[in-house]
């Protein structure tokens, strides 16, 4: 049986500038991208979601929208990853870096201009445009498939 990692990224939208937040990790998945996280065992996705805006990015986020789910399956490791992402225009507090990485407000039309985390360019769209579809990606031999629902 896979094993299956549970994952959110969030897409926090000022409306007033037309900016989001970005954070540029360090670590295991270097590069630009939204904010998220794991989801931890037994914990609601969208708990998830806002815990891991806080922690990334010292804002409280409020009524989190599911906008897709991204699943990707390697059977080199016999892996599932299944992403929720979520967007928001409700938030409070001050934007803080933390150890996850450098996080700051960033032109919304701009995005696609900057330095992205792997494989966020497949995801992006779907913030952009606000598509409501999965996507599915299978990795067999180094090869990928993918699917729109």
């Not at 779907?126 to 629902?149: A, C, G, P």
Request: with cysteine.
């Amino acid at each position: 049986m896979e094993k299956i990692i549970l994952t959110v990224m969030c897409m926090i939208h000022n409306l007033e500038n037309n900016k989001v937040v970005v954070i540029k990790r360090s670590g295991d998945w270097p590069g630009i991208t939204f904010p998220g996280g794991h989801v931890e065992e037994l914990e609601p996705i969208t708990t998830a979601v806002i815990r891991e805006i806080k922690e990334e990015t010292g804002l409280d986020i409020e009524d989190p929208e599911i906008l897709t789910i991204r699943d990707w399956c390697s059977k080199k490791d016999n892996t599932r990853n299944v992403g929720v992402l979520f967007k928001t225009s409700k938030f409070k507090g001050t934007l803080t870096s933390s150890q996850e990485g450098i996080v700051w407000w960033e032109d919304f039309n701009n995005l696609t201009n900057l330095k992205l985390a792997d494989g966020f360019e497949l995801e992006l769209p779907y913030f952009l445009k606000d598509i409501h579809k999965e996507m599915y990606s299978i990795i067999i031999d180094k090869k990928e498939e993918r699917k729109y629902f």
